[in-house]
């Protein structure tokens, strides 16, 4: 099934698109209009598809957009989330990463890919990784995974990393709240 929403977030337009079966299957959103969001979604289900998922893009209304909402501005804690995931096509090694980086990382704190590296005990590339192919952005926060020197990349684009981690309070990446 597939729900999607679209809301006002500090003056910018946001669409969230949700991929769900008995639980969140995949989780997209856009900055840049619905037509975006549709190219998000076809992607969403082609990764979801290759990794085992079966995706069904039937509109059905459900609560998943305005939970994710909810997260995004503030008014949940990502962790709230985990339970409705389904984790279904996530490896053992993403599905720990994902549960530590949302259970851990807050708010308003970054952790560099090297300091999460170190803590799962695996490489920064590793991390970089399941950050890329993270199917639940915003519950599992991989915007706040940045590089030791700036904000470092983010799939869609960089531009939407900057916008989550600015709504969250994060002003500098060197001074940020770090965990």
């Not at 053992?92 to 803590?119: I, N, P």
């Amino acid at each position: 099934m597939l729900s999607v929403e679209r809301f006002t977030v500090a003056e910018r337009e946001v669409w969230i698109g949700v991929l769900f079966g008995e639980r969140i299957h995949g989780i997209t959103f856009s900055l840049d209009g619905r037509d975006y969001l549709k190219e998000r979604i076809a992607s969403l289900r082609s990764f979801l598809e290759r990794r085992g998922v079966e995706v069904e893009l039937v509109p059905k209304e459900s609560v998943y957009p305005k939970l994710v909402h909810d997260v995004l501005v503030g008014r949940r804690d990502n962790d709230e989330l985990l339970g409705e995931l389904s984790f279904h096509g996530v490896t053992d090694f993403e599905r720990q990463v994902y549960e530590w980086l949302t259970k851990r990382v807050k708010r308003g704190s970054v952790v560099t890919y090297g300091e999460l590296a170190k803590t799962i005990g695996t490489s920064p590339r590793a991390i970089g990784g399941a950050m890329k192919r993270n199917p639940y952005p915003i519950v599992v926060p991989c915007h706040r995974v940045i590089a030791q020197n700036g904000p470092g990349n983010y799939t869609p684009k960089p531009d939407y990393k900057r916008f989550l981690l600015k709504l969250e309070g994060v002003k500098e990446w060197t001074n940020s709240k770090r965990i």
